[in-house]
Each structure stands twice: as C-alpha cells, then as structure tokens.
T-cell receptor, first 112, second 113 residues
Framework: QQQVKQSPQSLIVQKGGISIINCAYENTAFDYFPWYQQFPGKGPALLIAIRPDVSEKKEGRFTISFNKSAKQFSLHIMDSQPGDSATYFCAASIRGYQKVTFGTGTKLQVIP | NAGVTQTPKFRILKIGQSMTLQCAQDMNHNYMYWYRQDPGMGLKLIYYSVGAGITDKGEVPNGYNVSRSTTEYFPLRLELAAPSQTSVYFC???FGAGDEKLFFGSGTQLSVL
C-alpha cells in the first residue's frame, strides 16, 4: 500500500513538445504529492508539489494534474527544452509523517 | 548557505571493508534521511532520524548503521561491505513534521569490488 508506481521508465521528447509522466498510488492517506527533478551527478530537488484538495497546479511550464478518484497524478512539461533533460521522481507522503515514498523515476531526454 | 553536504563523492571499497559516509546540514533541520539509488529502482530509504539521539529503520537497513549525536550530522556506517551495497547514496533533510520539502545532498557513489 506504500508503493507509488511511475511510468514510463524513460521518455524521449522533441524540443517544444509536451512531456508527460504518470504516477499511481494505493494509500488513500497520502496527502502530499511532490515531483523531484534530478540532474546527472546531483541530488534530487523539489520541482513542484500538490495537495489533494486541488486538481491541478501550474508553475511556469510545469503542471501537476491530480485525479483523486483514480489515485493518479501526472507531471506535464510544456514546451520541453533540452535543459529539462533529467530524471524525474514522483513521490507521496502523509503530512506530519516521517517517510516519503518515491516512484522509480523517469529519465527524460529532450532532443533538439 | 551550504545546505546538505555529503562526503566523499566517490569511493571504491573491497569486499569486507568498512566505511562511514558523512552527511552534514546547516539548516537546523530536525529530520534527516539516508537513501540509496539504484538504476530503475528509485530511492529506497535506509535509515532516518527525527532528532538527535533518535533513529529508525527504513525499507532497506540491513548492512548499515547510523547514529545521530547532534542535529547537524547523520553519518551512515557500512560494516563488512558487500557488492550488493554498490549504489549511489543520498542524504536528505527537512525541518520537521509539518514541512514536507526534502533537501538532498549531491550523493556518494560507492562501488564495492
């Protein structure tokens, strides 16, 4: 019940295209859903996050869509750029709880 | 502001050797974590701490030990290194229970040969 399933494992998108990464969870107690971005040789860094009281959150070219009934959430990267090439992790946690459960990661490559 | 600092960045160990991965944070964060990252497996929690003197096991604690004598430092000890411990190790921290954002160090790449 603590799993977060992420797909696809890897993704190649042309510059200017839309990148979409999907995650699904089982534990309905999760109430915080962040996405982390990791560049090669670096640690993950928080990109954007959403709570289940809203269905969408947008920050610049990055949007999280959240479907509470389906227990799914996704990251959309609009107008994808080569600088967006990185590994993206979805995650889920319970407010006030110590642990964060991570997805398995998606390696995104944006080609010119 | 240094954030979360990990040392060393790279290390090669022989089977059976021991070592300590260092982690320090200067943000006065109460919660600290150790994760390992393996290709296609995501981030697996090894150990975590909610304050000085308090530690607990994560998903994959076998073969590791931790201690936390101060707020700033959270070292990870590998005893009797095995090839299965070849991985990239990340230390992370956050302020407390109501703060959800994790700050990560830049990682330690460990090979056990």
């Amino acid at each position: 019940q603590q799993q977060v399933k992420q797909s696809p494992q890897s993704l190649i998108v042309q510059k200017g295209g839309i990148s979409i990464i999907n995650c699904a969870y089982e534990n309905t107690a999760f109430d915080y859903f962040p996405w982390y971005q990791q560049f090669p040789g670096k640690g993950p860094a928080l990109l954007i996050a959403i709570r289940p009281d809203v269905s969408e959150k947008k920050e610049g070219r990055f949007t999280i869509s959240f479907n509470k009934s389906a227990k799914q959430f996704s990251l959309h990267i609009m107008d994808s750029q080569p600088g967006d090439s990185a590994t993206y992790f979805c995650a889920a946690s319970i407010r006030g709880y110590q642990k964060v459960t991570f997805g398995t990661g998606t390696k995104l490559q944006v080609i010119p | 502001n240094a954030g979360v600092t990990q040392t060393p960045k790279f290390r090669i160990l022989k089977i059976g050797q021991s070592m300590t991965l260092q982690c320090a944070q200067d943000m006065n964060h109460n919660y600290m974590y150790w994760y390992r990252q393996d290709p296609g497996m995501g981030l697996k929690l090894i150990y975590y701490s909610v304050g000085a003197g308090i530690t607990d096991k994560g998903e994959v604690p076998n073969g590791y030990n931790v201690s936390r004598s101060t707020t700033e430092y959270f070292p990870l000890r590998l005893e009797l290194a095995a090839p299965s411990q070849t991985s990239v190790y990340f230390c992370a921290s956050k302020f407390g229970a109501g703060d959800e954002k994790l700050f990560f160090g830049s990682g330690t790449q460990l090979s056990v040969l």
